[in-house]
């Protein structure tokens, strides 16, 4: 992968039996293919219908880039003007826990936590799919003369949602969530926050991207109880844009949103949600 990557040892990394994870995403960036148009993606669709049945439609995402350099931002959002012919499709499982997001430029996975007993899958189930959904999407591209995708960018989020008020009346100070939000003021005065919010950039090993971090407050929808969201996105560019690079940088990228959610949460959580 380059000078400073790892090999992936997955069974060294974190991991607990019921982690809060509500949603993943395993995302690839390569150049816009212009041919790839309303009328191609629903012909694409047509290649995955019985394994994605519902069909949407949604304004495109704007493109991202990690950078390096003195001269430039730790990260980009580069903004483009489409016409309407480029937009961004979501295509539906029949249980709706899995979405396939596609648009001129990006293929993004998505697992999707549906309902409050839905255990997440584990990233050695998620993976495959991705890979499947890819090699499905490069034969549509290479069959319909398309072009091939030229990858640029490869990114791996991790949602969680962390329960920080239970029906047993207990509550988590927000200090009780991350050892970052432990730390006291100066003198002792302020009590701890009532309401938090808090984001980092983490440059990863060898400038091979970096992982993004946000901590902020919200209120479940179904019963109003706090929680605290807690996202971490690992994105950086791959070696190439062949399959055994993207699966490698998704490697390294769950490795460092695993890690770094670890380091980030308290012994108490880990304890709470079965660190195995």
Aim: aromatic share 10%.
């Amino acid at each position: 992968m380059g000078e400073g990557a790892v090999a992936m040892d997955y069974a060294s990394l974190p991991k607990f039996k019921s982690p809060p994870v509500i949603e993943t995403v395993l995302s690839v960036q390569f150049t816009p293919l212009d041919a790839l148009v309303t009328s191609e993606l629903g012909r694409f669709w047509d290649t995955i219908r019985p394994r994605y049945p519902t069909f949407e439609i949604m304004p495109p995402l704007p493109s991202m880039s990690e950078q390096f350099g003195t001269e430039t931002s730790p990260s980009s959002t580069v903004m483009e003007l489409t016409s309407e012919a480029h937009v961004r499709c979501w295509f539906v499982s029949d249980d709706k826990r899995s979405l396939i997001q596609l648009q001129s430029d990006r293929l993004i996975h998505n697992w999707r936590r549906i309902a409050s007993e839905d255990q997440y899958p584990q990233y050695t189930t998620i993976r495959p799919k991705f890979e499947t959904e890819w090699r499905t999407f490069c034969e549509f591209l290479r069959q319909s003369d398309l072009g091939e995708p030229e990858v640029n960018q490869c990114e791996v989020t991790y949602v969680n949602h962390i329960e920080v008020e239970y029906a047993d009346g207990r509550r988590l100070d927000i200090r009780q969530v991350s050892p970052l939000l432990a730390r006291n003021t100066e003198s002792g005065f302020l009590p701890s926050p009532s309401v938090l919010q808090w984001s980092a950039v983490y440059e990863m090993t060898g400038k091979l991207g970096r992982l993004h971090v946000s901590f902020k407050p919200a209120l479940r929808r179904s019963d109003g109880k706090r929680l605290v969201i807690l996202e971490l996105t690992a994105r950086g560019a791959p070696n190439g844009s062949s399959l055994a690079n993207v699966l490698d940088w998704f490697d390294l990228g769950h490795a460092w949103v695993v890690r770094g959610f670890k380091d980030l949460t308290s012994r108490e959580l880990h304890t709470l949600w079965g660190e195995m």
